[in-house]
């Protein structure tokens, strides 16, 4: 059976003041680190089999890594394609501003500047194509450790969903999920 596991990073302060990331690169907060050292003495001590660990190279998934890959020996590596979507002019505005809830429902939308949900689709969509085939050939386990928007589109690559749900859709910081192909 081939699998990988998908986590958030931990807390960062736009976390705390419900502002968009998106591409900004925000670090994370004392909670957000201690959240990401947790998660990695969770998955030690319940024996969690993971291979490599990929995170994206925005600090606050970065650091949400590397405090894994320390605690649990796992190797780490830096995978472009686990970026988060760039939101353009929405970046820092009101995660549950009515503007953007209307922008964010046209998929083709790149917000002035950002990148559009189908542009972004395509991308975590070819990464979990090479991550199945590698599952699939030489069994390798992946952590992959990224953002609320890419757990979006892993969400939707297992199962439908409606724009509505899409846009609903998310996890906690830290929150461990397990897919399987």
């Known amino acids: ?3 990988f596991y998908f986590t958030r990073h931990g807390q960062t302060i736009w976390n705390v ?3 968009i990331c998106g591409a900004t690169d ?3 907060t004392e909670l957000g680190h201690t959240q990401a050292k947790e998660l990695g003495e969770r ?3 319940e024996g969690i089999h993971i291979d490599k ?3 994206s190279p925005l600090m606050r998934a970065a650091d949400t890594a590397k405090h894994i890959a320390e605690v649990t020996g796992v190797p ?3 995978e472009m394609r686990l970026k988060e979507q760039n939101f353009g002019r929405y970046e820092s505005t009101p995660r549950n ?3 953007f809830s209307v922008a964010k429902a046209q998929f083709v939308n790149s917000y002035d500047g950002g990148e559009s949900m189908l542009k972004l689709s395509q991308r975590i969509y070819n990464l979990l194509d090479d991550i199945k085939k590698e599952a699939e050939s030489e069994g390798t386990v992946y952590l992959l450790v990224a953002h609320n928007g890419i757990s979006r589109i892993i969400e939707s690559y297992f199962h439908d969903m409606t724009n509505e749900e899409f846009a609903a859709f998310g996890i906690k910081n830290c929150e461990l999920r397990k897919y399987e192909f």
């Open 1 to 3: 059976m081939a699998y």
């Open 17 to 19: 003041e419900n502002k």
């Open 26 to 28: 925000i670090a994370l």
């Open 43 to 45: 998955i030690k001590a």
């Open 53 to 55: 660990i990929l995170y």
């Open 76 to 78: 780490a590596e830096e």
């Open 97 to 99: 501003g009515a503007e």
